[in-house]
């Protein structure tokens, strides 16, 4: 078969291609003659090509394939769409890097940000614009470069991958993220690193549901082990603060553990109502029976009622028997967290479960007694909740034989220092260091804050400031805060002094005086004051408590 034989059969497969024979063109394929208009000049700077590059004819850019073949060099060309110049091609590429839903950080080879995109923004909650051009370091506050990871790859040129932290706090809570971080090798030299995150803090916090509910899980025999073998970690004598408000807590919940009533607890997040809730349960007389404690807020809705009710094999596809968290809680205590977030369907059923006192695993056909004592908790006003129609109000008076009111951080006083000395001790045992106290103006700083994720996030902050300080220190320092923290600190003190929280502090203050007028007219008989200011007794309580009004 002579060559020109071996174009026809070329040609069927490929439209676009030359063949050499030693530098002289000795076939050309139409469409190729017809894209470079005969001018066969375009193909000069081909006999320098040693391998398969990109090549550009009449301003489009093609893949270039080269075979040799005997004498022979073949040259396929083969389009590669219409973005084909190197500009209109990055510019999509950062489109595509901008809208991804992983966070991409890229840096240059002297440590500065080149790329920050949205998810990134999100996920560590930093507008772009502080982080693009600056030091990768100084973005982060590290006090020593070192410390960042980019520049650890950049200095080794080996990936770090896999890495998996807590880097930030949102609405008082951490946010986790799970990251690499790779070097962009170019000619043996690294001219840049990037990292690629995850956001895991929804499937971190569903992961930490599933371990604490195996943890709960007994067999039928352990009914007389000691009470730390419960499901619990908590009893009241771990509770911190020497508060008035928090002393007389404890004295009331305490009161309350003997008896058999449901409780409500309300508190903002991170405030202790777990804590508490796990008290009471190991101060009365269910110590003995389990705890099992759920967070409604991070079972995906369709999988609650199979959670709390049970299931029976075949009730729907891949359904299989287990009991649900009534049934193991048995005569201990079910702790319902975050109960505000559960859909009101559901609310319904449990609704109906307690007023039966018994309940049907899904697919179930026969009830089982419930036994197990129910104890509550919710981040929000249950009386705003039932107004705003998110609460059902029958379940709130099912559910709240007694409230408990737990004050936020701000209202407990120095408790603030009491429990951060507890932490500190905590962190000094882990990360090996001898910290005794808390410079001044840090503690100045801390007490103006208002803490919206309480006793949680004093935890973070005195664990971040922690890891910043070095071995031999023995305060902890503003200027050990990493940036991220001073950020929200400062920003949120700003923030008090604007308008809107101040119409916030104004309402609470004239929600207590009229309270307080009112209780003193109707002489401290709170059934008649209820009816005076028209509200119902329980939510007269409820408001006396988050005022801490006394008589
Ligand atoms: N008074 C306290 N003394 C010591 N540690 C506390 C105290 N209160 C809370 N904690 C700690 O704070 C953390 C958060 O407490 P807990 O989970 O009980 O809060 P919560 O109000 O139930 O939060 P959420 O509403 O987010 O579920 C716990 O790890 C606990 O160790």
């Known amino acids: 078969m002579d060559i020109v034989e071996i174009a026809k059969i070329i040609n069927s497969i490929f439209s676009l291609f030359i063949i050499f024979e030693t530098q002289k063109i000795l076939y050309i394929s139409d469409e190729l003659k017809e894209l470079t208009k005969y001018n066969f000049k375009e193909f000069d700077d081909l006999h320098s090509i040693s391998e398969n ?34 500009l209109t091609k990055s510019i999509c590429l950062e489109e595509i890097v901008e809208n991804l839903y992983d966070g991409v950080l890229l840096s240059d080879r002297d440590g500065k940000v080149v790329i920050y995109n949205k998810a990134m923004e999100e996920l560590e909650r930093k507008p772009k614009n502080k982080m693009i051009g600056k030091y990768i370091w100084d973005a982060y506050g ?23 932290k807590a880097h930030a706090i949102y609405n008082g809570k951490p946010v986790y993220k799970s990251y690499s971080t790779y070097p962009i090798i170019v000619n043996n030299e690294t001219i840049g690193v990037y990292s690629i995150s995850k956001d895991e803090t929804k499937l971190q916090n569903l992961l930490s549901e599933i371990v604490e509910l195996k943890r709960n899980y007994f067999s039928e025999d352990n009914k007389d082990r000691d009470f730390f073998n419960n499901g619990t970690r908590f009893t009241f004598s771990d509770i911190i603060g020497s508060s008035e408000i928090m002393k007389n807590l404890i004295k009331e919940a305490e009161a309350l553990s003997w008896l058999d009533n449901s409780i409500l607890i309300v508190g903002d997040t ?49 359904a299989v028997d287990s009991s649900g968290l009534f049934e193991e809680a048995g005569e201990g205590t079910l702790f319902l967290d975050e109960l505000n977030t559960m859909p009101l369907n559901m609310q319904a059923k449990l609704l109906r479960a307690l007023q039966e006192k018994s309940a049907r695993r899904v697919g179930g056909k026969e009830n089982y007694p419930l036994k197990c004592r129910i104890i509550s908790a919710m981040n929000e006003d249950p009386y705003e909740l039932i107004e705003s129609g998110r609460l ?16 936020p951080l701000i209202k407990r006083g120095d408790d603030i220092f009491e ?75 700003k923030v008090d002094n604007n308008s809107i929280n101040d119409l916030d502090s104004l309402l609470n203050q004239y929600e207590k005086k009229i309270i307080f007028e009112a209780l003193e007219k109707n002489r401290w008989n709170v059934t008649k004051t209820s009816k005076h200011l028209n509200i119902t007794r329980q939510s007269l309580i409820y408001r006396m408590r988050k005022h801490n009004i006394k008589r």
């Open 419 to 493: 429990i951060s000395e507890y932490y500190i001790k905590k962190y000094n045992r882990t990360m090996n260091k001898n910290v005794t106290g808390i410079e001044d103006s840090l503690k100045t700083i801390m007490k103006k804050y208002s803490w919206p994720g309480n006793i949680r996030e004093l935890e973070h902050f005195i664990e971040n400031i922690m890891v910043r300080t070095i071995d031999n220190e023995k305060n902890l320092k503003l200027e050990n805060l990493p940036d991220y923290l001073k950020d929200i600190i400062f920003e949120s003190q």
């Open 392 to 407: 059902r109000q029958d379940l709130f008076y099912r559910i709240s034989g007694y409230n408990l009111y737990i004050p």
């Open 53 to 86: 590059s990109y090549f550009t004819i009449s301003n489009n850019t093609y893949y270039l394939r080269k075979y040799v073949i005997d004498k022979y060099d073949l040259f396929i060309f083969e389009p590669i769409g219409n973005f084909t110049d190197t």
């Open 270 to 318: 991170g405030t202790g109502k777990e804590v508490f809730a796990q008290s009471i349960h190991n101060f009365g007389k269910r110590r003995a029976y389990p705890f099992i404690g759920i967070n409604c807020s991070a079972i995906p809705e369709n999988l609650l009622e199979t959670i709390l009710f049970g299931s029976v094999k075949g009730a729907y596809t891949g």
């Open 142 to 164: 590290y006090s020593d470069k070192t410390k960042s990871e980019h520049m650890q790859v950049l200095e080794s040129g080996k990936p770090i991958i896999n890495k998996y």
